[in-house]
Protein backbone atom coordinates (compact mmCIF):
# COMPACT_ATOMS: atom_id res chain seq x y z
CA UNK A 1 0.00 0.00 0.00
CA UNK A 2 2.82 2.45 0.53
CA UNK A 3 4.07 1.41 -2.99
CA UNK A 4 0.60 2.97 -4.40
CA UNK A 5 1.11 5.91 -2.03
CA UNK A 6 3.90 6.76 -3.61
CA UNK A 7 2.46 6.15 -7.12
CA UNK A 8 -0.14 8.08 -6.55
CA UNK A 9 1.83 10.49 -5.45
CA UNK A 10 4.27 10.62 -8.06
CA UNK A 11 1.10 11.00 -10.40
CA UNK A 12 -0.03 13.87 -8.89
CA UNK A 13 3.03 15.73 -8.83
CA UNK A 14 3.83 15.02 -12.43
CA UNK A 15 0.46 16.32 -13.37
CA UNK A 16 0.86 19.48 -11.67
CA UNK A 17 3.93 19.65 -13.28
CA UNK A 18 2.59 19.88 -16.74
CA UNK A 19 0.11 22.36 -15.54
CA UNK A 20 2.90 24.50 -14.63
CA UNK A 21 4.63 24.46 -17.91
CA UNK A 22 4.33 27.29 -20.29
CA UNK A 23 1.97 26.78 -23.43
CA UNK A 24 3.95 26.03 -26.49
CA UNK A 25 3.41 28.00 -30.49
CA UNK A 26 1.12 24.79 -31.10
CA UNK A 27 -0.90 25.71 -27.93
CA UNK A 28 -1.56 29.48 -28.62
CA UNK A 29 -2.56 29.19 -32.45
CA UNK A 30 -5.42 26.49 -31.32
CA UNK A 31 -6.79 28.91 -28.48
CA UNK A 32 -8.80 32.25 -29.67
CA UNK A 33 -7.02 35.21 -30.23
CA UNK A 34 -7.67 38.71 -29.42
CA UNK A 35 -9.56 39.91 -32.60
CA UNK A 36 -13.11 39.34 -32.59
CA UNK A 37 -13.84 37.07 -35.90
CA UNK A 38 -16.86 38.37 -37.98
CA UNK A 39 -19.65 36.10 -38.09
CA UNK A 40 -19.97 33.96 -41.21
CA UNK A 41 -23.52 35.20 -41.57
CA UNK A 42 -22.19 39.20 -41.30
CA UNK A 43 -19.27 37.96 -43.95
CA UNK A 44 -22.14 36.47 -46.74
CA UNK A 45 -24.53 39.32 -46.41
CA UNK A 46 -21.63 41.70 -47.20
CA UNK A 47 -20.27 39.95 -50.29
CA UNK A 48 -24.04 39.41 -51.32
CA UNK A 49 -24.12 43.38 -51.28
CA UNK A 50 -20.76 43.90 -52.99
CA UNK A 51 -21.98 41.64 -55.80
CA UNK A 52 -25.46 43.34 -55.93
CA UNK A 53 -23.72 46.54 -56.25
CA UNK A 54 -21.40 45.03 -58.82
CA UNK A 55 -24.15 43.50 -61.10
CA UNK A 56 -26.37 46.98 -60.88
CA UNK A 57 -23.35 49.27 -62.28
CA UNK A 58 -23.24 46.77 -64.80
CA UNK A 59 -26.82 46.45 -65.59
CA UNK A 60 -26.86 50.50 -65.84
CA UNK A 61 -23.53 50.72 -68.17
CA UNK A 62 -25.25 48.39 -70.48
CA UNK A 63 -28.18 50.00 -70.29
CA UNK A 64 -26.32 53.02 -71.12
CA UNK A 65 -24.06 51.26 -73.84
CA UNK A 66 -27.91 49.68 -75.66
CA UNK A 67 -29.62 53.67 -75.94
CA UNK A 68 -26.49 55.08 -76.92
CA UNK A 69 -26.19 52.39 -79.95
CA UNK A 70 -30.04 52.93 -80.79
CA UNK A 71 -29.15 56.43 -80.89
CA UNK A 72 -26.07 56.53 -82.99
CA UNK A 73 -28.51 53.79 -85.50
CA UNK A 74 -30.99 56.35 -85.88
CA UNK A 75 -28.42 59.04 -86.77
CA UNK A 76 -27.52 57.26 -88.92
CA UNK A 77 -30.29 56.33 -90.81
CA UNK A 78 -31.60 59.71 -90.61
CA UNK A 79 -28.25 61.62 -91.72
CA UNK A 80 -26.49 58.39 -93.81
CA UNK A 81 -27.28 59.78 -97.13
CA UNK A 82 -25.97 63.25 -96.35
CA UNK A 83 -22.62 62.72 -97.88
CA UNK A 84 -24.42 60.98 -100.87
CA UNK A 85 -27.24 64.13 -101.32
CA UNK A 86 -24.18 67.02 -100.88
CA UNK A 87 -22.28 65.04 -103.70
CA UNK A 88 -25.37 65.23 -106.14
CA UNK A 89 -26.06 68.80 -105.36
CA UNK A 90 -23.79 70.65 -108.10
CA UNK A 91 -24.83 68.31 -110.61
CA UNK A 92 -28.85 69.80 -109.89
CA UNK A 93 -27.03 73.24 -109.63
CA UNK A 94 -25.90 72.38 -113.23
CA UNK A 95 -29.24 71.40 -114.54
CA UNK A 96 -30.84 74.43 -113.02
CA UNK A 97 -28.62 76.61 -115.06
CA UNK A 98 -29.12 74.54 -118.25
CA UNK A 99 -32.61 74.64 -117.41
CA UNK A 100 -32.24 78.52 -117.38
CA UNK A 101 -30.21 78.88 -120.39
CA UNK A 102 -32.63 76.68 -122.50
CA UNK A 103 -35.19 79.58 -122.37
CA UNK A 104 -32.25 81.62 -124.07
CA UNK A 105 -31.26 79.16 -126.84
CA UNK A 106 -33.07 77.81 -129.79
CA UNK A 107 -30.37 75.36 -130.91
CA UNK A 108 -30.82 71.75 -129.94
CA UNK A 109 -27.20 71.01 -130.63
CA UNK A 110 -26.21 73.28 -127.53
CA UNK A 111 -29.13 71.43 -124.93
CA UNK A 112 -27.60 68.33 -125.94
CA UNK A 113 -24.05 69.13 -125.14
CA UNK A 114 -25.38 70.36 -121.86
CA UNK A 115 -27.27 67.37 -120.61
CA UNK A 116 -24.18 65.16 -122.31
CA UNK A 117 -21.38 67.25 -119.51
CA UNK A 118 -24.18 67.25 -116.91
CA UNK A 119 -24.93 63.34 -117.43
CA UNK A 120 -20.51 62.92 -117.20
CA UNK A 121 -20.63 64.93 -113.93
CA UNK A 122 -23.50 62.69 -112.62
CA UNK A 123 -21.82 59.39 -113.37
CA UNK A 124 -18.31 60.66 -111.93
CA UNK A 125 -20.40 61.60 -108.68
CA UNK A 126 -22.08 58.18 -108.48
CA UNK A 127 -19.23 56.30 -109.47
CA UNK A 128 -17.08 58.02 -106.70
CA UNK A 129 -20.13 57.53 -104.11
CA UNK A 130 -19.40 53.63 -105.51
CA UNK A 131 -22.00 52.92 -108.25
CA UNK A 132 -21.45 51.44 -110.99
CA UNK A 133 -23.06 50.29 -114.21
CA UNK A 134 -23.62 46.63 -114.61
CA UNK A 135 -22.49 45.95 -118.33
CA UNK A 136 -24.92 44.71 -121.16
CA UNK A 137 -23.52 44.94 -124.12
CA UNK A 138 -22.70 41.26 -125.79
CA UNK A 139 -23.42 39.71 -122.35
CA UNK A 140 -24.49 36.49 -121.63
CA UNK A 141 -27.97 36.66 -119.34
CA UNK A 142 -27.12 36.29 -115.94
CA UNK A 143 -29.75 35.90 -113.61
CA UNK A 144 -27.77 37.46 -110.83
CA UNK A 145 -27.06 40.94 -112.50
CA UNK A 146 -30.17 40.73 -114.83
CA UNK A 147 -33.68 40.64 -115.05
CA UNK A 148 -35.54 39.47 -118.57
CA UNK A 149 -38.40 41.21 -119.18
CA UNK A 150 -38.54 39.60 -123.36
CA UNK A 151 -37.61 36.63 -125.13
CA UNK A 152 -36.69 37.72 -129.03
CA UNK A 153 -36.99 33.93 -130.91
CA UNK A 154 -35.24 33.31 -133.94
CA UNK A 155 -31.72 34.89 -133.69
CA UNK A 156 -29.85 32.17 -133.80
CA UNK A 157 -27.28 30.14 -131.75
CA UNK A 158 -25.10 32.73 -131.91
CA UNK A 159 -27.60 35.04 -129.69
CA UNK A 160 -28.82 32.10 -127.83
CA UNK A 161 -29.27 33.50 -124.13
CA UNK A 162 -27.33 36.46 -124.85
CA UNK A 163 -28.65 40.04 -123.84
CA UNK A 164 -29.88 41.42 -127.11
CA UNK A 165 -31.13 44.77 -126.37
CA UNK A 166 -31.39 46.82 -122.66
CA UNK A 167 -34.59 48.55 -121.61
CA UNK A 168 -33.22 49.90 -118.42
CA UNK A 169 -29.72 50.36 -116.96
CA UNK A 170 -28.78 48.45 -113.78
CA UNK A 171 -26.79 48.96 -111.31
CA UNK A 172 -24.36 48.70 -108.70
CA UNK A 173 -23.65 49.84 -105.19
CA UNK A 174 -20.06 48.19 -104.03
CA UNK A 175 -20.79 45.21 -105.85
CA UNK A 176 -24.48 44.94 -104.67
CA UNK A 177 -26.90 44.51 -107.01
CA UNK A 178 -28.79 48.04 -106.58
CA UNK A 179 -31.23 47.98 -109.63
CA UNK A 180 -31.09 44.68 -112.24
CA UNK A 181 -30.62 45.46 -115.81
CA UNK A 182 -34.14 44.86 -117.70
CA UNK A 183 -32.72 43.10 -121.22
CA UNK A 184 -34.38 40.55 -123.78
CA UNK A 185 -32.90 37.51 -124.24
CA UNK A 186 -32.19 35.42 -127.38
CA UNK A 187 -33.78 32.54 -127.42
Known sequence: MAEERDI??????????????????EMADA???AEPEQDPLEAAQQEIADLKDKYLRQAAEFDNYRKRTLKERAELILNGGEKTITALLPVLDDMERALKNGEKTDDPQVLREGMELIYQKLMKV???QGVSIIDTKDADFDTELHEAVALVPGMGDDKKGKVIDCMATGYKLNDKVIR??????GQ
Request: aromatic share 4%.
Open 180 to 185: YAKVAV
Open 126 to 128: LEA
Open 8 to 25: NIEDQEMTDEVAEQPQTD
Open 31 to 33: EPT
